[in-house]
C-alpha cells in the first residue's frame, strides 16, 4: 500500500512540474519576449525580429545618413503599403516605444530610401564612410540627360543608384535629381560591364528598370521599429505614382541632326507662336490637373517633341489627347473659367467628341478623346459642313512621362508606332500642308452624322 502511495505521489509530482514548466515557457514566449523586444513571429516567420542582419543593416544605414546629415526618405513600396493600413496610429508612435518590428523586419532582399541629390553636400565622405561601416556599396552612374542638348556638357556624368550590402541585405538609395518642370527625377539603373552581376538579385529592385518621374513630396518624419525615418507626407499619392512613372527623354541629339538638315525658323512670328503655344500648353495642364484628368500630348504637338523636342511653329495649334473614360462634364466651363472660350464641339461623349478653345493670339486647343476597341484605339472627327464623320485608328498605347517646354507631361509610350499611324513611315519630313480630312494614312470615313443630330454634335462659336 505504500508503495502504491508513494507511486501516485512522484507521479503526481512529476505532472505539476511539467505542468509548471509549460507554463514558464508559455509566460517567457507571450510577454517576456515581447516586453524586450524580440519580435517572434506567429506564423510561419513572416517576420523577423530585432536582432536579424536585415534589422541592423537599415538601422546602420538610417544612422549613417544622420551622422552626415543626408536627408534620405523612405520610398519602400511594401513598408509604405504596411504603414498606410494603419498610417494614424504609425503617426503618433513615440520614439522607444516600439515593442515589436514590424515593418523593417519583413522579409525582403531590399529596403529602398532616395534622396534629392542636390541637398547632398559630402557625397564622397557619405561613401568612404559606409564602407568603413562594413556596407559594400556599388554606385551607378550615367550621362546627365539635362545637359543632352547642350554639346559642350552632354558627357558629363551624375550619380543615379547607391546599391550597399550589408550581410545578406542591400540598401537602394535611389538618387532623385531636380528638373526644370518643378518634379523628381531618377534614371535607368544599366549595370557596365565588369559590375558582378551577382552582388544582389538585382531584378528584384522596385526602382531602376526604367527612367522615373515623381511629384516633389512633402515629407515628415516618424518612428519606425524604433528608428527616426522621413516618408512622403502622403504615402498613398507616392504609392500611386509608383507603377506610372517611366519617363521618356527627349530625343536631343536627333532633334540636332533634323535641324542640321531642316533650319528651323527663329523668325519673330514663329518664335511669338512658340511662345504663346507654350503658355497655353502650360495654362490647359494646370486646368486638367486641377480636374484630375490625365491628358497627353497628341497629334503636331506630339510629333513636334519627338522630332524637334519643340513645338513646330507652322502647326498653329496646341493638340492633347484624353481617354473619354476621363472626361468629366465640367471641363468646358473649367477652361472657360481660366480665360479659354470654347470654339467648337463636335461629336458626343459615347462618339467621336472632341472639343477647341480659344487661346491669345489666334491659337487653338485642340481637344480629341481616345475611345478603345478590342484591338485598337481611335479618335473622332466631324466636318462642320457636311456632317460627315471621320475615324483615325491608333494601335493601343499606354502613358508616359517626359519633359516638354519645362513641364512633366504625358506622351504615348509607344510614341513610334502613334506618330507612324497618325503621319506615316514619312514623318521625320516636314509637311506645311495637311488635310486632316485625307492626308493621315489612319484616316477611316465613318458615315455621316443624322440632320436631326446636327444641332447636337456640331456646335460653331
Known sequence: ?????????????????????????????????????????????????????????????????????????????????????????????????????????VPRDFTAFALRYHLWKNEEGWFRTAENMGFQCLKVESKDPRLDGIDSLSGTEIPLHYICRLANHAIHLVVFHERSGNYLWHGHLRLKGRVDRKFVPFRKLQFGRYPGAFDRPELQQITLDGLEVLIPKDPVHFLEEIPHSRFIECRYKEARAFF?????????????????AKELLQLAARTLKKLGVRFWLSSGTCLGWYRQCNIIPYSKDVDLGIFIQDYKSDIISAFQDVGLPLKHKFGKVEDSLELSFQGKD?????????????????????????????????????????????????VPCETIDYIEANYGKTWKIPVKTWDWKRSPPNVRPNGVWPISEWDEVIQLY
Open 1 to 105: 500500500m505504500s508503495r502504491i502511495n508513494k507511486n501516485v505521489i512522484l507521479a503526481l509530482l512529476t505532472l505539476t512540474s511539467s505542468a509548471f514548466l509549460l507554463f514558464q515557457l508559455y509566460y517567457y514566449k507571450h510577454y517576456i519576449s515581447a516586453k524586450n523586444g524580440a519580435g517572434v513571429s506567429k506564423s510561419k516567420g513572416n517576420r523577423i525580429g530585432f536582432d536579424s542582419t536585415q534589422w541592423r543593416a537599415v538601422k546602420k544605414f538610417v544612422m549613417l545618413t544622420s551622422s552626415q546629415n543626408v536627408p534620405v526618405f523612405l520610398i519602400d513600396p511594401l513598408i509604405l503599403e504596411l504603414i498606410n493600413k494603419d498610417f494614424e496610429q504609425v503617426k503618433n508612435i513615440s520614439h522607444g516605444s516600439t515593442s515589436e518590428c514590424k515593418f523593417f523586419c
Open 362 to 410: 489666334d491659337v487653338k486647343l485642340d481637344i480629341f478623346f481616345f475611345y478603345e476597341e478590342t484591338d485598337h484605339m481611335w479618335n473622332g472627327g466631324t466636318q462642320a459642313k457636311t456632317g460627315k464623320k471621320f475615324k483615325y485608328l491608333f494601335p493601343k498605347f499606354t502613358l508616359c512621362w517626359t519633359e516638354f517646354v519645362d513641364m512633366k507631361i504625358h
Open 260 to 276: 542640321q538638315q531642316y533650319l528651323d525658323d527663329n523668325t519673330v512670328e514663329a518664335m511669338a507662336f512658340r511662345k504663346s
